[in-house]
């Protein structure tokens, strides 16, 4: 029996908002998604009332769950500031969980500084370093870092897992050709996509490409949180974020929140690229997540056919921009057509040509990373 989506607004009718009024009639709901008994809608409010519509998302998401053939419901509290309205107040839970990770939880900010209902930072169970890819700025190849990047942990002997965390524009199933939708398990948690030896998850297996767009908000916590905790991982050494490009109030309230060992941030060597790796780096200064290094994509241009090197853009930049920082500099990738034509094609250089040079790259940056993470592995 398939699920439609006048059920489901049947269901949320049932809901009434803090302020009394059915939450159908509140004029807080995004279009409502149904496909294949799976459930996903955002409830946008003013971050200042963003609290108490915290308990109205877990009632909609019962109601939704209770609904027969309904496999899972992803709903998503957004929170938007209204111009002109107070910051939201802040707000004090119990600390999260960190035993475990002592040297990392004693570099981290006081829980929930962004007042977000979803702000938690306990630690994944299973995951032993939650790590993210960043950049400034968009397309300076992020996700073709982040994919290949877990696959160089991966053939260090680390068990890794992807989360394609850019809800607003998810690439990760174009990466990995990944076109299968999760199975769900017996605790109804989705069961992410085996792919290359690499546990994948993506927003981009559940909803199309273009409908991933109404997740769209300043805030979207909570589509991540369930990405990330309703998903059974399994064990993990390391799980890679790919982050939403750019340095704003979602990505922020994301390095906030996600319980991070660290961050890295990709750069081109342009300039203007460099000026927002270096906000990038100071988002995640911020929020205390050590920065685990600058990766330089795009570093120079190798020929297909000749393999010589270009350095068209001034190389070198985001060496010394490090240098500079004071964080690790990790390597440097070249602009190269055979990284460009496998990412594209769903097979990522470093699964497709293990023993080429491009692989080798991706093995050293894990390397340093991992030797990073090396207590945080050793202690899981
Ligand atoms: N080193 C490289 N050599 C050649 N092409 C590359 C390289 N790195 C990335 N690309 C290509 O550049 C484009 C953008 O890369 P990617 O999608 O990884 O960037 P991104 O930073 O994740 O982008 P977005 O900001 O949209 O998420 C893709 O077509 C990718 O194949
Ligand atoms: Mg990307």
Same mark, same amino acid.
């Given at each position: ?9 049947? !269901? @949320? ?7 009394? =009024?059915? *939450?159908?009639? /509140? &004029?807080?709901?995004? $279009? ?117 990047? !877990? @696959? ?7 068990? =890794?897992? *992807?989360?394609? /965390? &850019?809800?607003?524009? $998810? ?210």
């Amino acid at each position: 029996m398939s699920v439609t989506q006048q059920q489901v607004l049947e !269901a @949320l009718a049932s809901v009434r908002s803090p302020r009394g =009024v059915a *939450l159908t009639n /509140a &004029d807080v709901l995004s $279009p409502v998604t149904v496909s294949d008994g799976k459930v996903f809608f955002s409830i946008n409010v003013d971050a200042t009332e963003a609290r108490a519509w915290e308990t109205v998302r877990a009632q909609a998401e019962g109601v939704v769950k209770a609904i027969p053939g309904v496999a899972s419901a992803m709903i998503a509290l957004t929170a938007e500031r209204k111009a002109g309205s107070p910051p939201p107040p802040p707000h004090r839970h119990a600390p999260g969980h960190t035993h475990g990770v002592a040297p990392v939880a004693a570099h981290r900010p006081p829980p929930n500084p962004a007042g977000s209902p979803m702000a938690r930072q306990s630690e994944i169970p299973g995951i032993a370093a939650v790590i993210a890819v960043a950049s400034g700025k968009g397309g300076v190849g992020k996700s073709t870092t982040a994919l290949n990047l !877990a @696959l160089g942990l991966r053939d260090l002997g680390l068990r =890794v897992g *992807l989360l394609d /965390a &850019d809800i607003y524009g $998810p690439s990760v199933p174009r990466l990995t050709g990944i076109r299968e939708k999760p199975a769900l398990n017996a605790d109804r948690k989705m069961i992410p996509i085996e792919r290359f030896g690499l546990a994948v998850m993506s927003i981009g297996f559940l909803v199309e490409e273009d409908t991933a767009m109404i997740w769209r908000g300043p805030m979207v916590m909570s589509a991540i949180t369930q990405m990330l905790r309703d998903v059974a991982w399994g064990t993990l050494d390391v799980l890679v974020v790919d982050m939403p490009p750019g340095t704003g109030d979602a990505q922020l309230t994301l390095a906030q929140n996600v319980p991070l060992k660290g961050a890295i941030i990709v750069s081109t060597p342009q300039d203007l690229s460099l000026i927002d790796a270096r906000r990038g780096l100071a988002m995640f200064t911020k929020v205390n997540v050590p920065v685990l290094g600058i990766v330089e994509n795009m570093s120079y241009f190798q020929c297909p056919h000749c393999g010589t090197r270009s350095d068209i853009f001034g190389h070198g930049g985001a060496r010394h921009e490090a240098e500079r920082l004071g964080v690790p500099f990790l390597g440097e990738i070249p602009l190269h057509m055979a990284i460009r034509a496998t990412s594209d094609s769903g097979n990522p250089i470093v699964a497709s040509e293990p023993d080429g040079p491009h692989a080798a790259i991706y093995r050293a940056i894990g390397a340093k990373v991992r030797d990073q993470l090396r207590d945080a592995i050793a202690a899981a």
